[in-house]
């Protein structure tokens, strides 16, 4: 396998793990995603393994692990703010006099 081909591979995997990761959270925006329950936590922990296996083999085992888990951890935290921007703006509360 090409590095460069298991590189983004590995890279697609982990953002598709943490995109199923935060599916599952109770902060995730996007309700289509929250009501799917818990096949996302499965998911999530599969394609976190595969992601792993596939940074290991180009990278070794400590720079691989390093690697899945830094781009996990990227993607983890980039999907809240991600959520926020592209959830539609709630509607304003009426005024309490």
């Excluded at 959270?25 to 393994?49: E, N, Y």
């Excluded at 180009?58 to 888990?69: E, I, K, M, T, Y």
Aim: proline share 6%.
């Amino acid at each position: 396998m090409d590095a460069a081909f298991a590189s983004v591979a590995a890279t697609a995997t982990s953002i598709l793990s943490a995109l199923s990761a935060y599916g599952r959270s109770p902060h995730c925006h996007w309700m289509r995603w929250r009501r799917s329950g818990l096949a996302h936590g499965w998911i999530a922990a599969a394609l976190a393994l595969v992601a792993l296996a596939l940074w290991i083999v180009p990278l070794g085992v400590g720079a691989g692990a390093c690697a899945w888990l830094g781009t996990w951890m990227l993607a983890a935290m980039l999907l809240p703010y991600l959520g926020a921007w592209t959830k539609a703006p709630l509607p304003a509360a009426p005024e309490r006099r």
